[in-house]
């Protein structure tokens, strides 16, 4: 790695965890370079005019000196012209680092930053699906000094959700149980997040629509456990039995994409309506719906306790099921 | 015309206010400064107090509606008068301490200072306490006419300060004839609109006048019949939740663009290039205040659509019950074939249940409930 004194480092994008480790890691070299050196932290937000370049001289006491600016999009226009001359003209003893939080804001400044030799430029993106976090979670490990395969990895996502600061402190509580270079397989995985579910409540209405009851309370207390808003539960169930109904009632020998605009439900979704419809009758729909409906009055203020009304709501949709 | 002519069916309250104008003449008694008038919501509440603010104002002592000072009265610009109501939420403190302000004045050029709270039950309890003072006591030419659905809207304290007129619901018979007079509908038109509207006179007007009302009442009433599994009940709450939705749109769309034109333009705001700082907060918060207007209006629409098919249920279990002999008198006379069918299908008690899903679903849409759900739940409940 090439000094970082007389180089700008810019962090940008949207995820703030990542960019916050790139930040440290940047203030970690700085030290590692010149253990003497002082780095100054800043929020650009509060920088008055003319305090850049007191920031970015040569220090009394060492000669070299660090400067990170998070939150670079609050930079006001007197600072940004300071921070542009500077970046046509970096001092050698000093190492710069600029964080920006993503988005439109001080977009400006950015392009013009981008335009100098001395600024390298770091994007930190979020992962968006859940397979690009299966993918950011064996990188992780590998970095951490192991390995995970695959299908290790996918199940600690499930477990765990989809939050990158959790997944980083899953992996690496991981490793240093397993030990560094040993691989993490499935097994070690479900030792530590097993039975864990970082649950939605589509996921228990289901389960309670399948019939699933064991499943469908077990997923309703994690949900619970996760502070999943009673809301969501009772609207997840809402749509679940709204598209059963809707799809009971179109008639036979409609292609599965006509009978998704018919019910308005994604097309993929079809088949699967189709399996649960056959555990149904319109009167159990009936009933179920009314359970639900009720329920929602009770989250929303109108019971006593919230949870008991979910709990007896997945029992009594279960329990409107055929036979 | 007098101004006591707009009052439908309320003679006896009619028969009260004009003896406290000759008692306010002559200096009698029977004359007061603070007065609440309560009745149903299209009763004429506001109505009654306009009219009764007029007759004291009259040049003649009788509420002539000819004079200078009842035609001003009519049109909102009598100096006179105060007319003081809301479009948002409720009536704060700011404005009824404005209010209180107005109270302490001279009258200009007639014989009272009149201030009429159109909405006394929005009035929020720290406006109604600021109130107080200048309703116990008022200066010797003030008179206070508070406006609210029922005595208990208004806080007690308030409500002990004031004499109160009740208004009944007029008979569909004097509302018909109204129509028929005012606004010349023809006689048949006129009496199926005033027995449908169960006697709110503005409902009666708008359905005895516009095509759109009418078409959509009609269609509220035809989902009762089409109710047959649960898709269609579900497709039948999925339309009420569209009307209303529309019907929210129709109202707030205008009101929102002018609002926000008049936000942009109190800041200054153009169309390109920067924001004034503060601009983004004022913004949210106009924003946020729209989305509840509509929220409250679309509810509102929801709950009007559900007293429609009530008193279709009501009609039902009249016939049923063999109470109703003509049915001409039935509250949706022009539907009374349906009425008779569906009387033919059901029994009293069942009909009785499908009366309580209806209460029960205005109730939980009242209570924050997911509105669609829970029209879903009572057409479920009405295909039963």
Same mark, same amino acid.
């Given at each position: 790695?090439?000094?970082?004194?007389?180089?700008?480092?810019?962090?940008?994008?949207?995820?703030?965890?990542?960019?916050?480790?790139?930040?440290?890691?940047?203030?970690?070299?700085?030290? !590692? /370079?010149?253990?003497?050196?002082?780095? $100054?932290?800043?929020?650009?937000? +509060?920088?008055? =005019? #003319?305090?850049?370049?007191? &920031?970015?001289?040569?220090?009394?006491?060492?000669?070299?000196?660090?400067?990170?600016?998070?939150?670079?999009?609050?930079?006001?226009?007197?600072?940004?012209?300071?921070?542009?001359?500077?970046?046509?003209?970096?001092?050698?003893?000093?190492?710069?680092?600029?964080?920006?939080?993503?988005?439109?804001?001080?977009?400006?400044?950015?392009?013009?930053?981008?335009?100098?030799?001395?600024?390298?430029?770091?994007?930190?993106?979020?992962?968006?699906?859940?397979?690009?976090?299966?993918?950011?979670?064996?990188?992780?490990?590998?970095?951490?000094?192991?390995?995970?395969?695959? !299908? /290790?990895?996918?199940?600690?996502?499930? $477990?765990?959700?989809?939050?990158? +600061?959790?997944? =980083? #402190?899953?992996?690496?509580? &991981?490793?240093?149980?397993?030990?560094?270079?040993?691989?993490?397989?499935?097994?070690?995985?479900?030792?530590?997040?097993?039975?864990?579910?970082?649950?939605?409540?589509?996921?228990?209405?289901?389960?309670?629509?399948?019939?699933?009851?064991?499943?469908?309370?077990?997923?309703?207390?994690?949900?619970?456990?996760?502070?999943?808003?009673?809301?969501?539960?009772?609207?997840?169930?809402?749509?679940?039995?709204?598209?059963?109904?809707?799809?009971?009632?179109?008639?036979?020998?409609?292609?599965?994409?006509?009978?998704?605009?018919?019910?308005?439900?994604?097309?993929?979704?079809?088949?699967?309506?189709?399996?649960?419809?056959?555990?149904?009758?319109?009167?159990?729909?009936?009933?179920?719906?009314?359970?639900?409906?009720?329920?929602?009055?009770?989250?929303?203020?109108?019971?006593?306790?919230?949870?008991?009304?979910?709990?007896?709501?997945?029992?009594?949709?279960?329990?409107?099921?055929?036979? | 015309?007098?101004?006591?002519?707009?009052?439908?069916?309320?003679?006896?309250?009619?028969?009260?206010?004009?003896?406290?104008?000759?008692?306010?003449?002559?200096?009698?008694?029977?004359?007061?400064?603070?007065?609440?008038?309560?009745?149903?919501?299209?009763?004429?509440?506001?109505?009654?107090?306009?009219?009764?603010?007029?007759?004291?104002?009259?040049?003649?002592?009788?509420?002539?509606?000819?004079?200078?000072?009842?035609?001003?009265?009519?049109?909102?610009?009598?100096?006179?008068?105060?007319?003081?109501?809301?479009?948002?939420?409720?009536?704060?403190?700011?404005?009824?301490?404005?209010?209180?302000?107005?109270?302490?004045?001279?009258?200009?050029?007639?014989?009272?200072?009149?201030?009429?709270?159109?909405?006394?039950?929005?009035?929020?309890?720290?406006?109604?306490?600021?109130?107080?003072?200048?309703?116990?006591?008022?200066?010797?030419?003030?008179?206070?006419?508070?406006?609210?659905?029922?005595?208990?809207?208004?806080?007690?304290?308030?409500?002990?300060?004031?004499?109160?007129?009740?208004?009944?619901?007029?008979?569909?018979?004097?509302?018909?004839?109204?129509?028929?007079?005012?606004?010349?509908?023809?006689?048949?038109?006129?009496?199926?609109?005033?027995?449908?509207?169960?006697?709110?006179?503005?409902?009666?007007?708008?359905?005895?006048?516009?095509?759109?009302?009418?078409?959509?009442?009609?269609?509220?009433?035809?989902?009762?019949?089409?109710?047959?599994?649960?898709?269609?009940?579900?497709?039948?709450?999925?339309?009420?939740?569209?009307?209303?939705?529309?019907?929210?749109?129709?109202?707030?769309?205008?009101?929102?663009?002018?609002?926000?034109?008049?936000?942009?333009?109190?800041?200054?705001?153009?169309?390109?290039?920067?924001?004034?700082?503060?601009?983004?907060?004022?913004?949210?918060?106009?924003?946020?205040?729209?989305?509840?207007?509509?929220?409250?209006?679309?509810?509102?629409?929801?709950?009007?659509?559900?007293?429609?098919?009530?008193?279709?249920?009501?009609?039902?279990?009249?016939?049923?019950?063999?109470?109703?002999?003509?049915?001409?008198?039935?509250?949706?006379?022009?539907?009374?074939?349906?009425?008779?069918?569906?009387?033919?299908?059901?029994?009293?008690?069942?009909?009785?249940?499908?009366?309580?899903?209806?209460?029960?679903?205005?109730?939980?849409?009242?209570?924050?409930?997911?509105?669609?759900?829970?029209?879903?739940?009572?057409?479920?409940?009405?295909?039963?």
């Amino acid at each position: 790695m090439a000094s970082p004194f007389g180089s700008i480092l810019l962090v940008t994008g949207g995820s703030e965890f990542l960019a916050d480790r790139v930040r440290r890691k940047a203030v970690g070299q700085i030290r !590692e /370079a010149d253990p003497a050196c002082e780095v $100054a932290e800043s929020e650009a937000g +509060r920088l008055v =005019a #003319g305090e850049l370049a007191a &920031l970015t001289s040569p220090s009394l006491f060492s000669t070299s000196s660090g400067l990170v600016i998070t939150g670079l999009e609050d930079l006001v226009d007197a600072a940004q012209a300071e921070l542009l001359a500077y970046a046509a003209e970096p001092s050698s003893d000093v190492a710069v680092v600029l964080v920006h939080g993503g988005g439109n804001k001080g977009k400006g400044v950015l392009d013009k930053l981008r335009k100098n030799a001395a600024v390298h430029e770091v994007k930190v993106e979020a992962p968006k699906y859940e397979r690009d976090h299966v993918t950011w979670v064996r990188r992780e490990v590998t970095d951490l000094g192991s390995t995970i395969d695959e !299908e /290790a990895a996918a199940l600690l996502v499930t $477990a765990v959700g989809q939050d990158l +600061r959790a997944l =980083a #402190g899953a992996a690496d509580q &991981l490793v240093s149980s397993a030990g560094q270079g040993v691989r993490v397989d499935r097994e070690v995985v479900a030792q530590y997040f097993g039975g864990r579910a970082d649950v939605r409540g589509f996921e228990i209405a289901d389960a309670a629509i399948e019939g699933r009851l064991a499943a469908a309370l077990e997923q309703l207390r994690w949900a619970e456990a996760n502070k999943v808003a009673p809301v969501l539960v009772t609207s997840a169930f809402a749509s679940g039995l709204r598209s059963l109904t809707k799809l009971a009632d179109v008639r036979g020998g409609l292609r599965d994409n006509e009978v998704a605009s018919a019910i308005g439900a994604p097309p993929f979704k079809v088949r699967a309506l189709r399996s649960q419809l056959r555990g149904w009758e319109p009167e159990g729909l009936a009933r179920a719906m009314d359970v639900v409906a009720r329920t929602d009055v009770e989250v929303k203020g109108g019971g006593a306790d919230p949870a008991y009304a979910l709990e007896r709501m997945v029992l009594q949709v279960a329990a409107a099921r055929r036979g | 015309m007098t101004v006591w002519d707009e009052l439908v069916g309320q003679e006896p309250v009619v028969e009260v206010l004009q003896r406290a104008v000759a008692a306010a003449s002559s200096g009698g008694s029977g004359m007061t400064h603070a007065w609440l008038f309560t009745g149903p919501p299209g009763s004429g509440r506001s109505n009654a107090a306009r009219a009764f603010a007029a007759a004291l104002q009259c040049e003649r002592g009788t509420g002539c509606g000819e004079c200078h000072s009842c035609v001003t009265a009519r049109a909102g610009s009598h100096p006179d008068i105060t007319l003081i109501s809301t479009q948002g939420l409720s009536i704060g403190t700011d404005q009824a301490r404005e209010v209180v302000r107005a109270a302490s004045l001279h009258p200009s050029s007639g014989r009272w200072q009149v201030l009429v709270v159109e909405d006394a039950d929005r009035l929020t309890d720290q406006a109604a306490n600021a109130l107080l003072k200048a309703i116990e006591e008022p200066p010797p030419a003030t008179i206070w006419m508070l406006c609210a659905p029922a005595v208990e809207d208004v806080i007690v304290t308030i409500r002990s300060r004031c004499r109160s007129v009740v208004l009944r619901t007029p008979p569909a018979a004097a509302v018909a004839r109204l129509l028929v007079e005012r606004d010349g509908i023809d006689a048949q038109a006129a009496r199926e609109a005033a027995q449908a509207s169960q006697g709110h006179v503005g409902r009666a007007r708008a359905l005895a006048t516009k095509d759109e009302v009418r078409r959509r009442r009609r269609e509220i009433l035809d989902l009762a019949g089409s109710l047959r599994t649960p898709g269609s009940c579900l497709r039948a709450a999925a339309t009420i939740h569209e009307l209303a939705a529309d019907h929210a749109k129709d109202l707030a769309d205008s009101a929102d663009a002018k609002e926000l034109a008049d936000l942009r333009a109190g800041w200054g705001v153009e169309e390109r290039g920067k924001r004034p700082a503060g601009y983004a907060g004022a913004l949210s918060a106009l924003e946020k205040e729209q989305k509840r207007r509509r929220t409250r209006l679309s509810r509102d629409a929801i709950d009007g659509m559900l007293l429609d098919l009530l008193s279709l249920q009501r009609d039902v279990l009249a016939v049923q019950l063999g109470s109703v002999q003509d049915p001409g008198d039935l509250v949706n006379a022009d539907v009374a074939g349906e009425v008779q069918t569906l009387a033919r299908l059901g029994t009293a008690e069942s009909t009785l249940r499908r009366v309580d899903a209806i209460l029960e679903c205005r109730e939980s849409v009242a209570a924050n409930a997911a509105p669609l759900l829970c029209l879903e739940r009572m057409m479920l409940a009405l295909a039963a």
